[in-house]
Structures are given as C-alpha cells and as structure tokens.
C-alpha cells in the first residue's frame, strides 16, 4: 500500500517563498507520475503542477513562472518550489501518485495535505 506524506507548509506573507515536499512510500516511484494539487476553503480542489516518470514538468497557467515541480527519485520525494507567493496561492497543498502501464492506472494515491496560507 502506497503512502504520501507532505511537509513544508506555513503561513507566509505575501512575495515570499516556501518549498513543500511530498515523500512516497510502497510504491515504484521512479515510475510513477506525480502532481500537486490545492484545495481553498469553498473551492473545488485545483490542479498546480504534475512531473512524469521521464521528468517532464507542466504548470498550471495560474501559476507558472512563480512555482516549480521537481523530483529526486533517490529519495522518493517530490518538491514544489514556491516563488511570489500570493494570497490567492492560500489552500491546502495535496499531492497526488498515479502510475499507469499500457493506458491502465495501476494505483491512485492522495496524501493528507500541507497548509498554505499568504497573508500579510
């Protein structure tokens, strides 16, 4: 059974930065593509970035150019680099394992989340 574990939220002000990590465990993850999503209150949970086993990243428009996805797969982690923050970016920051052979989805994991919040 699979297992995420995210760390690194906090509360920020506005233009400043953190970094949230995504450790997996029980999983091929070398394999697996891996994204960040975040989910404000009232709000339907929201993409933010996604990094595929062959290390290819795609942001969302709403935050490209301020956040960036990274992988080590030596440590089966996930990072998420926040620039710029603003107060929009305020949510719980939940990352997300999928790995799929031949078209198929193999597994499906969610973590429990990190809290952001940007506010002066």
């Known amino acids: 059974q699979g297992q995420l574990v995210e760390s690194g939220g906090g509360l920020v002000q506005p233009g400043g930065s953190l970094r949230l990590s995504c450790v997996a465990s029980?999983?091929?993850?070398?394999?697996?593509?891996i994204a960040w999503y975040r989910q404000a209150p009232g709000k339907e949970r929201e993409f933010v970035a996604t990094?595929?086993?062959?290390?290819?990243?795609r942001h969302a428009n709403s935050v490209k150019g301020r956040f960036t996805i990274s992988r080590d797969n030596a440590k089966n982690t996930v990072y998420l680099q926040m620039d710029s923050l603003q107060r929009e970016d305020t949510g719980v920051y939940l990352c997300?394992?999928?790995?799929?052979?031949?078209?198929?989805?193999?597994?499906?994991?969610w973590g429990q989340g990190t809290q952001v919040t940007v506010s002066s």
């Open positions: 997300n394992l999928q790995r799929r052979s031949n078209g198929a989805l193999l597994y499906d994991y």
């Open positions: 029980g999983v091929i993850f070398s394999a697996a593509d």
């Open positions: 990094i595929t086993a062959s290390n290819l990243a």
